[in-house]
């Protein structure tokens, strides 16, 4: 009987381990990869921007934008970060390093959200 008991939990934990694995895997984990991608980028244009770098508060925000517009995701969060990102742009390319690093910063708390 212990024998049968055994071989029956063994085969339980395996198929657990074939049903669970792929819900584990990175793929399932992972985060939309142009979403984050875009969190970091925008995280980066503000760090200039509070340096007073409008310049490369510029650089980073519109390579956030290029991500974020990749995401391919509904979602009103990562709308609002896109608006963001516009706007840090166009206040970065005015010289506006507050401007930039403002939006940057509302960008990044909304593409943060996005799930």
Do not use: F, W, Y
């Not at 490369?56 to 009103?76: I, M, R, S």
């Not at 401007?99 to 943060?112: E, F, Q, R, V, Y």
């Amino acid at each position: 009987m212990r024998i049968k008991i055994g071989q029956g939990a063994l085969v339980l934990a395996a198929v657990g381990a074939l049903v669970g694995m792929p819900m584990m895997s990175g793929v399932a984990l992972a985060g939309n990869k142009h979403v984050d991608e875009a969190v970091e980028h925008t995280r980066g244009a503000a760090s200039h921007a509070k340096e007073g770098h409008a310049d490369a508060c510029v650089q980073h925000a519109e390579e956030a934008l290029k991500h974020a517009q990749a995401a391919g995701v509904k979602n009103p969060h990562l709308d609002e970060g896109v608006k963001h990102l516009k706007e840090a742009v166009s206040h970065g390319k005015a010289g506006h390093a507050d401007a930039c690093k403002d939006h940057a910063d509302g960008g990044a708390m909304h593409l943060s959200e996005v799930k």
